[in-house]
């Protein structure tokens, strides 16, 4: 690789959970649209993602499971067992027409990116980050967990040494589950407490979680990320790297009570090629479809070097005020989410359980 690959896909242009869901917002296909009307994802930087096989799949999902969303997706309507066995139109977790082909694209993009990234490289694939999928059912609106796909696709080309991090403002549980007992993965995660799953509160071996009080800022999130999460990486001395890097905890995200600017995606961005050769960053969670792109958009120009600019040009700036957004965030936004990329820091005193947060951390 000459430099970092973004996959990405137009299913997600089209494909929505439903209009009453929080996932009916464009997302995916509001940071491609970013990045090419800023120039910065030419031709020969991006690669569509191919739709993972049920084999493929199989490396961690239930085939009766999978055979269970290809019935949904070909009916449309899946029967009562079905749905209470697979949670299927259930807990959010949408019936809806791509309910196979979406998850299955997504997680071929990650198996995409864990491929192209094998002898090094950067991967962002900003449909990827189901991190709530277990074997055999869906959670929290994800039906399959890519980034346990792409940490077991890592392993499978002999990487002993890897880190996921999770800085979704929900717990990303069903990966941390899925490697509690593998040494060879470090999982990360910061994110709301009490928040859910409302699991995540506890440290063990191989496992590292940051429950974060409501309305923790950007200078509460830094000193977290200087003082316990990049050492905790650095100390593992990964050969690769898992970011998902969900956009609920930005200030303005209906889902979650944080008060993330986005600047720390950015410092992140800056931070995480320097500690291992190999680095894919996904998507996951994120309900705004400004601060959503914005931030997917701020991390891949962040990752090629890009100058940000100050002011968006006309092409990208298009772009955002043709979003449209029902719920309250939507009804009147600030300038700034259709001009920008880069919001304003937004500093503030420490809290004293953000030391406290370190004291329970191993060393």
Request: one cysteine or more.
């Amino acid at each position: 690789m000459t430099g970092p690959i973004y996959i990405g896909s137009e299913i997600y242009r089209h494909s929505s959970y439903g209009p009453k869901h929080p996932l009916a917002v464009p997302r995916v296909s509001v940071c491609t649209d970013l990045c090419r009307a800023l120039g910065w994802l030419p031709d020969a930087a991006y690669r569509e993602a191919p739709q993972a096989d049920d084999a493929a799949l199989a490396r961690f999902h239930d085939p009766a499971y999978l055979a269970a969303l290809r019935r949904a997706e070909a009916t449309g309507d899946p029967p009562p067992e079905d749905r209470a066995r697979y949670r299927l139109g259930r807990d959010g977790n949408a019936i809806y027409p791509e309910m196979y082909r979406r998850p299955a694209i997504s997680a071929g993009g990650v198996l995409l990116g864990a491929g192209l990234t094998a002898a090094g490289g950067i991967a962002h694939v900003p449909g990827g980050g189901t991190h709530h999928g277990r074997p055999d059912r869906a959670a929290g609106f994800c039906f399959v967990n890519d980034p346990v796909l792409g940490l077991l696709a890592w392993r499978d080309q002999g990487l002993t040494r890897i880190v996921y991090l999770d800085t979704d403002a929900h717990h990303g549980d069903g990966v941390e589950d899925a490697f509690a007992d593998d040494p060879g993965v470090l999982t990360i995660s910061l994110h709301e407490a009490d928040r859910w799953p409302r699991t995540g509160t506890a440290h063990a071996p191989g496992i590292r979680n940051f429950p974060l009080p409501a309305e923790t800022n950007d200078s509460e999130y830094g000193f977290l990320l200087e003082h316990a999460v990049l050492p905790a990486i650095r100390a593992h001395r990964p050969q690769a790297i898992l970011w998902q890097a969900g956009a609920d905890a930005l200030a303005e995200d209906p889902l979650a009570r944080l008060a993330l600017s986005n600047t720390i995606a950015m410092r992140l961005a800056r931070a995480l090629p320097a500690l291992a050769p190999r680095l894919m960053v996904l998507g996951g969670g994120g309900y705004n479809p400004w601060t959503t792109g914005r931030a997917w958009a701020l991390i891949w120009g962040t990752l090629n070097a890009r100058p940000i600019p100050a002011r968006l040009p006309a092409a990208a700036e298009a772009v955002l005020r043709a979003l449209r957004y029902d719920r309250a965030a939507g009804r009147d936004p600030p300038e700034h989410w259709f001009t920008t990329l880069c919001d304003p820091p937004r500093p503030g005193p420490i809290r004293p359980v953000f030391p406290r947060l370190l004291e329970t951390c191993p060393a």
